[in-house]
């Protein structure tokens, strides 16, 4: 598995290949949100989906044309992110520390 892991204050677009019932996971702040695709998956139903799965309380997630912005709620804290193998992070707000970090299972 390969992940990718950044300490970020906005993550701005995350893109994927569209993959028919598969598991999207993003882990921001150490808490998971997770999304299975359908039998008819689109870009914009998995954005939507691991959008709607983030506490709201925590991070102000926003899926437009099958991208993410994710944000913490106040606009100041960073936090932790990891994305799975079947994520790819396009861009990153500033300020940002990454790590490419590749597993061998």
């Known amino acids: 598995m390969e ?29 998971a949100a997770q999304y299975t695709s359908d039998g008819s998956a689109t870009a914009a139903e998995i954005a939507t989906g691991l959008a709607a799965d983030f506490d709201p309380l925590v991070f102000d997630a926003v899926a437009t044309d099958g991208k993410i912005r994710l944000t913490s709620v106040d606009k100041v804290s960073d936090f932790p992110l990891t994305v799975d193998a079947n994520l790819t992070i396009t861009l990153l707000g500033s300020p940002a520390v990454f790590t490419a970090v590749e597993l061998v299972s």
């Open 3 to 31: 992940v990718a892991e950044v300490k970020v204050l906005t993550l701005n677009h995350l893109v994927w290949p569209v993959a028919n019932s598969t598991s999207y996971q993003i882990i921001a702040g150490g808490v």
